[in-house]
């Protein structure tokens, strides 16, 4: 046979679009290195145990010793109890929708209000839980910056799910409907089970958004030098120990700032690999 | 006629939203301990009267549904019936069988532990009952705790059917419960009906004449949302009374 090659401009827009494609792609990958080289290769030099395993000392944002373990922990505590609450109160709403309401108008009310506040800048809910604070008389603190977190994450959370969900071919929760399982222990025993990947996935999300917010816990966590002792203390993030050293006129502390960068990619990293793996072992029986 | 109904339909009407009726005044008995099929051409309504048996109609959104299904006398459209329970009375043999995202054991085992009824030993025990039952004991014994997902899809519709047998239900409805599957997997499935035809009442959609001729002791024929004809197999099939239904026999259609 022939090869021959013939001018058509429907192969010419194909190879303009593939290269587009290929070009959109490549901008992404090379933000991402080059993300990844600016954190490492200004993060790593001062990257030190004396670092992550201590708290600042007097005059560390002179350029004096000490850590940012206050800032490890603290995002760990704030944005961890922010996802687990806004797990607890996700997953079901994710549920409801799917197993009761599933196609209704008030189900496209549901998600509408999710994907508004989704978009609102987290700024303006930190404003809005500092008003809150002021109003029950509470201060700057860890309950503070995890209801914050946990409302932050909330939206993000249920629809990331809620797509997962929906995703469910219907003659599966069919299949437990057929031998007499209610709606409830179908889409518990069910749904649940078979969106668990998902599940894991939206979590994940939710607490990359939780732990990088800097605007959100600024009002609400507020800083400290101190490891927090109970829920009423003030918390240091990552976000806010970041801000604050690169903020700082002394280039030894603005390289900390880096460092501290280094630790919140790592941070993420472990724990959306740690939970990958985990949703892989158990994902096993379910259907594809 | 018919001694013992087992399932009586009177003047069921069902309708879609915004769309044509899809059954009109459906009148029918269905007898006890044979296998009913229900044929007819695509469309004609024959899945719709069947997941009006189970009440899985209620789950399309929109849906209405007038007049009575009884089954032994009860109609299972009462305010008063608990859906669960006529579900738990009505196995469902669908058409692509789906394996809940469990092991092979755990499906067989799922609905008897929804409804608490069996647990540890005895609970193997009905496992390896229901699984011989649906002829696939032989082929898992020794991987019950393996994904279901991993068997073949005719294994599949036999943990399906194992699943379905095991919350002891009365009445056992197959919605084309063959189309997916090989012809050796199909085959299978036909024997156990057939099988079991002496402890249940089964119900079976089909849009292949053939296997209405394998399987039926009673056929209910529909087009268009009506039923046409309705009679002991031999009957309908050697000396239809309708016209459409020689048509459809003759293969018009």
């Excluded at chain 1, 490891?227 to 009423?232: A, E, F, M, V």
């Amino acid at each position: 046979m022939v090869r021959s090659w013939h001018f058509k401009p429907r192969h010419v827009a194909e190879t303009v679009a593939k290269f587009f494609m290929l070009l959109s792609f490549l901008i992404v990958a090379a933000s991402l290195l080059s993300i990844l080289w600016t954190v490492l290769s200004r993060g790593l030099p001062a990257l030190s145990w004396e670092m992550i395993s201590q708290t600042p000392k007097g005059g560390y944002y002179l350029g004096k010793e000490g850590g940012i373990l206050n800032a490890i922990i603290g995002s760990l505590l704030l944005a961890g109890g922010g996802t687990l609450v806004a797990l607890v109160i996700s997953l079901p709403i994710a549920l409801f929708l799917e197993t009761y309401v599933m196609k209704t108008r008030w189900a496209r009310y549901v998600r509408l209000t999710l994907d508004i506040l989704w978009g609102i800048p987290s700024i303006v809910y930190g404003a809005f839980a500092f008003t809150l604070m002021l109003a029950m008389g509470l201060r700057a603190s860890m309950l503070g910056g995890i209801i914050v977190l946990a409302l932050l994450e909330i939206p993000i959370m249920t629809r990331a799910m809620d797509e997962v969900i929906r995703l469910m071919p219907e003659e599966l929760s069919q299949a437990s409907l057929a031998v007499g399982a209610s709606k409830l222990e179908t889409a518990i025993r069910v749904t649940v089970r078979q969106m668990l990947p998902g599940i894991v996935t939206a979590t994940l999300l939710a607490f990359g958004r939780g732990i990088g917010d800097a605007a959100s816990v600024l009002y609400t966590a507020g800083y400290t030098d101190r490891i927090p002792t109970s829920l009423s203390s003030p918390t240091a993030s990552l976000p806010l120990a970041i801000y604050f050293q690169l903020g700082t006129p002394y280039p030894e502390v603005q390289q900390r700032a880096y460092a501290s960068a280094l630790v919140l990619t790592l941070i993420v990293l472990i724990v959306s690999l740690g939970s990958r793996l985990v949703s892989a072992r158990l994902g096993r029986f379910i259907n594809r | 006629m018919i001694t013992k109904p087992h399932i009586e339909i009177r003047n069921l009407n069902t309708f879609y939203e915004h769309q044509q009726p899809a059954l009109v005044n459906v009148n029918l008995t269905i007898p006890r301990n044979q296998v009913t099929v229900i044929m007819g051409p695509s469309g004609c309504g024959k899945t719709t009267l069947l997941k009006t048996f189970n009440r899985f109609l209620e789950l399309t959104d929109g849906t209405r549904i007038a007049g009575e299904v009884l089954i032994d006398g009860v109609n299972i459209y009462d305010p008063d019936q608990d859906v669960t329970e006529i579900r738990k009375k009505t196995g469902l043999l669908a058409q692509r069988p789906y394996m809940l995202p469990m092991s092979i054991y755990e499906n067989v085992a799922y609905g008897l532990r929804i409804h608490g009824i069996k647990r540890g030993r005895e609970l193997d025990l009905a496992v390896r009952h229901y699984l011989e039952i649906a002829g696939l004991w032989d082929e898992v014994k020794d991987r019950l705790h393996a994904p279901a997902t991993r068997l073949s899809i005719g294994q599949q519709q036999r943990v399906c059917l194992a699943r379905g047998l095991a919350v002891e239900p009365e009445i056992l409805l197959g919605d084309e419960p063959t189309s997916a599957l090989d012809p050796i997997s199909a085959a299978h499935i036909e024997a156990r009906l057939l099988e079991l035809k002496k402890d249940y009442t089964i119900v079976v959609v089909t849009h292949t004449l053939r296997q209405a001729k394998r399987l039926a002791d009673y056929v209910i024929f529909m087009y268009m949302g009506e039923v046409v004809e309705a009679g002991h197999a031999r009957q309908v099939f050697e000396d239809p009374q309708q016209e459409r239904t020689r048509g459809y026999l003759s293969g018009q259609f």
